[in-house]
């Protein structure tokens, strides 16, 4: 299940969570929870190099930026799609989330 | 409008503030010193290139990364300086700009008589990798989870982005960077000053696509600064100067954008020049924050040298080069001086001051009467935080 912030009082949705809602400045920021999250990939790089050793062996690895139908923008990994597609953002095995065109 | 509407719109100008004596503590590959060390080298310089004596520093001014868990306050100590205006500028490519903005101010009204403002970092093998993994809670969180590709990953994201929008291509990115390597095998302050053709960028190594090994800067240790005093003061001392004729900054600007392909240079610049009583054709030399080619052709759109979008046009129609028609990141900018830490958000300053100075040697633009510096900090999630911008003049 993936967890999106939505605010109770002004209805907005925002990522990355934070303990109040960057819209109106409520502080009651509620979890909603769904299958997968549909949106469309901005933009994608692919990782030659990571900083992190733990990463390395994955190398290369595809990034992207995906803008939510609900609003947000988040970085995830994008698992097989492309700029400009529409996908469906999920959290993976790894408890990351991953975009799947 | 009123012209009562206008007075409160528009800030009071610099008149009577001067910059003096830019300095560098040359940039290393990595270090074994802290980042103190560099400070107090670039401070010692600034007092040894001034004579002004230690205790009449009364302003402060410091940014860094790797200074830390100390930060300006613990760094008084340390220096056995007392000032009575002391700021704390955690700002990045911004700081240097904004730094000189709190210390314009800080002298105009009194509050100090002589700032010494000064940003520098060291790098080691874990001090690059520490300062990404703990960068800010979003980043943490919501970045480097995602293969932990750092700033060059983040603006990859923008470049493809601005790519796609805009029709840009690696060949105007590499024509940024080698026109800078050329500038900077004129500065002996560069760390990078082997030749680059366009055919060494286009074949380099991928890091995170479309950037590739020389779209990225270099991370190093060093150190850069300046004074801020009033021009009597200055005559009095005997320093050369430069005059501040405008200065913006802007934090979280457009935050409605989906991706960032603007900074928040759009939303000041008609200030900024109409405070500096010039437009952008009347500046002989630019130095913009280049942590990427991308990130400085969106700073020639936002300042106003072309319209949104018309980036690639631009790059395609001028020489960058110190002789060139549009002379740009003179020094060789980061992507050739190598990035300091939040040095990197002096850089421009000091190679814009020692343009105006007449002090920059086999790399002097010629006439240089006016410059235009930018900077551009923090990618806290998405994009750029801060942006700032100043024109200096020839005094």
Redesign the interface.
């Known amino acids: 299940m993936i967890k999106l912030q939505r605010c109770a009082d002004c209805g907005a949705a925002q990522?990355?969570?934070?303990e109040f809602c960057g819209a109106c400045l409520s502080d009651r920021a509620a979890w909603e929870t769904a299958d997968s999250l549909p949106g469309q990939v901005?933009?994608?790089?692919?990782?030659?190099?990571?900083?992190?050793p733990a990463?390395r062996p994955r190398l290369p690895?595809k990034?992207?930026?995906v803008?939510l139908d609900a609003g947000p923008?988040?970085?995830?990994?994008v698992m097989r799609a492309a700029?400009?597609d529409a996908v469906n953002v999920r959290v993976g095995p790894d408890d990351?989330?991953e975009a799947i065109g | 409008m009123s012209s009562r509407d206008q007075v409160t719109k528009s800030a009071r100008t610099y008149d009577g503030v001067v910059l003096c004596c830019p300095v560098t503590e040359p940039y290393v590959r990595r270090s074994e010193h802290g980042a103190a060390w560099f400070l107090a080298r670039a401070l010692r310089r600034l007092i040894d290139a001034s004579g002004v004596a230690r205790h009449a520093i009364d302003g402060l001014c410091v940014s860094s990364f790797t200074l830390l868990p100390d930060t300006a306050v613990a760094f008084t100590q340390q220096v056995g300086l007392s000032p009575r205006v002391l700021e704390w500028l955690p700002m990045g490519g911004a700081c240097g700009i904004v730094a000189l903005r709190r210390a314009a101010r800080a002298v105009q009204a009194g509050d100090a008589e002589v700032v010494a403002c000064i940003a520098g970092d060291t790098a080691n093998d874990r001090s690059f990798r520490d300062l990404l993994a703990g960068f800010s809670t979003f980043s943490r969180d919501a970045v480097y989870p995602y293969g932990a590709g750092g700033p060059n990953a983040s603006f990859a994201l923008i470049a493809d982005a601005y790519m796609r929008a805009t029709g840009a291509t690696r060949e105007d990115f590499g024509k940024l960077a080698v026109a800078q390597r050329t500038n900077a095998r004129r500065n002996p302050l560069a760390l990078l000053r082997g030749e680059l053709t366009l055919a060494d960028y286009l074949a380099a190594r991928p890091i995170a696509e479309p950037h590739h090994l020389f779209d990225c800067v270099m991370p190093c240790a060093g150190a850069d600064g300046f004074l801020v005093m009033t021009e009597t003061r200055a005559r009095t001392l005997g320093l050369k100067f430069v005059r501040v004729l405008g200065a913006i900054e802007r934090h979280n600007a457009f935050p409605d954008d989906p991706v960032a392909l603007r900074g928040g240079w759009a939303m000041d610049r008609d200030a900024l020049w109409s405070q500096a009583g010039i437009g952008p054709k009347d500046v002989q030399l630019v130095q913009t924050y280049d942590d990427y080619p991308v990130i400085s052709m969106l700073q020639f759109e936002g300042l106003g040298f072309c319209d949104a979008g018309a980036g690639p046009a631009f790059v395609r129609r001028h020489d960058f080069t110190v002789d060139g028609s549009f002379p740009h990141n003179t020094g060789g900018g980061q992507l050739s001086m190598g990035q300091a830490g939040a040095a990197g958000g002096y850089l421009g300053l000091v190679e814009a001051m020692r343009q105006l100075l007449g002090d920059a040697t086999e790399r002097q633009v010629a006439n240089a009467r006016h410059a235009l510096v930018s900077g551009f900090g923090m990618i806290n999630y998405d994009r750029g935080l801060c942006s700032a911008a100043a024109v200096l003049g020839r005094a």
Do not use: K
């Not at chain 1, 790089?45 to 990571?50: D, I, Q, R, Y």
């Not at chain 1, 923008?73 to 990994?77: A, D, E, K, P, T």
């Open positions: 990522y990355p969570p934070r901005l933009a994608c790089t692919t990782l030659h190099h990571s900083n992190e990463f690895l990034v992207g930026l803008h923008v988040l970085i995830c990994f700029a400009g990351l989330l």
